[in-house]
C-alpha cells in the first residue's frame, strides 16, 4: 500500500509569479519554447571526459565558465553555477526581489530539489588527494557537494532570509520540492517561495546509470516500442509561487499536488503502478478536479522499458484513452533531480502556447500501450489544466497539477 500526501490548503491555488529554466537547449524559456514548438531536442553524443562511450546527454553548453558574484564565490561548483544561470534568466531574480519588497526577506522560503548536488566538485578534490589520501584544504565541502548548498546560494544570492530546504527524492526531487514549498505558504509559514530543482552532470550519475544497463545507445525515445533507455541531462527549473492575491497579473497556478511512497524497489518501479496512481488521485483531490478537466499529462517517461509500460497502465487507470500523453525527455534529457521542476516548466510553457508537444523520435508509440500518445505536436487552443508526473528510485512518486488562472 502506497502512503503518501495531497498538497496542504487544498481549493487554495497558488499563483506563479515567475518561472525559468535552463536545459541542454540553452538558458532561459525561449530556446525550451522555440525547442518544443519546432520539434528540436537538445541531446547530443557524450563529449564529457572520463564517461562510458557510446552515450547521448543533455549538456548545458558554457556552464563552465559561469561565475558566482565574488562575495559568494566559495559556492562555486557546477551545480550553483548552473543555479546562478537559472537566475540570470526571464526575469526571475527581479520577480523575486519585487516579491521581497512585497513581503519581506524573512517570508520567503528557498525549496529546491537535487539528487547529486555538487558532487562533481568532490570528484575534483578525490583527483587532488594527498599521499597520505587527504583531500586538498581548499576543498569546502559544505559549500560546494552538500545538498544544502543550493538553497543556501540561492537564498544568499537572492538576499533572502526565509527557510532554505533541500530535498533529494531522486527524481521526484524537483516536485516535491514544489510541492513543499506550496505546503510551507498553505501552512502560513511564508508568503511566498522560490521552487524547484537543480542537477548537473558528473562521473558518478552516468558510470552508476551505465552500471544499471539504464542508458540509452542513442537520444532517448520514451514510449517507442524499441525504447532502450535514459538520456541523462543537466537542468533547472525555478517557479516563484505567491498567493494569488499577492500576483494579480499572474497568469498561471499551481493548482494541486499529490505525492505517495510505495517502497516497492530499489530501483525498479511497482508494475502497475500503484503509487503512481496514488499520487496522481490525490493530486486531483487536492486541486479538486476530475480526471476529465486535464487535458494533457506530461509523462515522467524515462524512456526506459519498465517505466515507460508502467506509467501507461497507471495513467490508464486515471484517464483511460481520454487525455493525451507525453514524455518531453526526448528535448532535454532525464534531468533527475531537477526534472519534476523542469517538467513543470514545460507544463507552464504549453499552458500557455496550447501545446501538446509529441514524443520526439517516434513513428508510432508501443503498440502495447493503452494511452493517447501524442507522436506529434498537436494544437490544444483549449488546454486550461496540466498533470506533469514525476517518479524515482525506492518508490517515489509525485504529481503536480498547473492550470491557467
Excluded at 531574480?93 to 530539489?113: D, M, N, S, T, Y
Excluded at 530535498?167 to 517561495?193: H, P, Q, W
Aim: hydrophobic share 45%.
Amino acid at each position: 500500500m502506497a502512503e503518501g500526501a495531497a498538497m496542504a490548503g487544498a481549493g487554495a491555488p497558488l499563483a506563479i509569479s515567475a518561472c525559468t529554466a535552463v536545459t541542454a537547449l540553452g538558458p532561459g524559456l525561449a530556446p525550451l519554447r522555440a525547442g518544443l514548438l519546432g520539434r528540436r531536442g537538445g541531446l547530443r553524443p557524450c563529449d564529457l571526459p572520463d564517461m562510458p562511450e557510446g552515450l547521448w546527454i543533455g549538456r548545458v553548453r558554457g556552464l563552465e565558465a559561469v561565475a558566482l558574484p565574488p562575495a559568494l564565490a566559495g559556492f562555486a561548483c557546477r551545480n550553483n553555477r548552473l543555479a546562478e544561470l537559472a537566475l540570470a534568466g526571464d526575469g526571475f531574480a527581479a520577480a523575486v526581489a519585487a516579491a521581497r519588497e512585497r513581503h519581506g526577506a524573512a517570508r520567503i522560503a528557498v525549496v529546491l530539489g537535487t539528487s547529486t548536488a555538487g558532487i562533481e566538485e568532490t570528484e575534483r578534490a578525490w583527483a587532488r588527494r594527498g599521499p597520505d589520501g587527504a583531500l586538498p584544504a581548499d576543498f569546502d565541502y559544505a559549500r560546494t557537494h552538500d545538498l544544502q548548498s543550493l538553497p543556501r546560494y540561492l537564498r544568499a544570492r537572492l538576499g533572502l532570509r526565509g527557510p532554505a530546504l533541500a530535498l533529494s527524492t531522486a527524481c521526484t526531487s524537483g516536485a516535491r520540492a514544489i510541492m513543499e514549498a506550496a505546503a510551507l505558504i498553505g501552512a502560513g509559514v511564508v508568503d511566498a517561495a522560490v521552487a524547484g530543482g537543480v542537477d548537473t552532470l558528473c562521473r558518478m550519475t552516468l558510470h552508476g546509470f551505465a552500471a544499471l544497463e539504464l542508458l540509452s545507445r542513442g537520444p532517448t525515445r520514451p514510449c517507442a516500442a524499441d525504447r532502450d533507455g535514459i538520456s541523462i541531462g543537466e537542468a533547472a527549473g525555478l517557479v516563484l509561487l505567491e498567493r494569488p492575491e499577492a500576483a494579480p497579473g499572474a497568469a498561471l497556478r499551481l493548482l494541486g499536488a499529490g505525492a505517495s511512497s510505495d517502497g516497492h524497489h530499489m530501483s525498479s518501479p511497482h508494475p502497475e503502478g500503484e503509487g503512481a496512481v496514488a499520487a496522481m488521485r490525490m493530486a486531483l483531490a487536492s486541486a479538486g478536479l476530475a480526471p476529465a478537466a486535464i487535458g494533457y499529462v506530461n509523462l515522467h517517461g524515462t524512456g526506459t522499458r519498465a517505466n515507460d509500460a508502467m506509467e501507461d497502465r497507471a495513467v490508464h487507470r486515471i484517464f483511460g484513452d481520454g487525455v493525451p500523453c507525453s514524455s518531453t525527455k526526448g528535448w532535454t534529457g532525464h534531468a533527475l533531480g531537477a526534472s519534476g521542476a523542469v517538467e513543470a516548466v514545460i507544463a507552464a510553457l504549453c499552458l500557455e502556447a496550447g501545446l501538446v508537444p509529441g514524443c520526439l523520435g517516434l513513428e508510432a508509440a508501443d503498440p502495447e500501450f493503452r494511452c493517447d500518445i501524442a507522436i506529434a505536436n498537436r494544437a490544444a487552443p483549449g488546454l486550461n489544466r496540466v498533470m506533469s508526473n514525476s517518479f524515482g528510485f525506492g518508490g517515489s512518486n509525485c504529481s503536480l497539477i498547473l492550470g491557467r488562472g
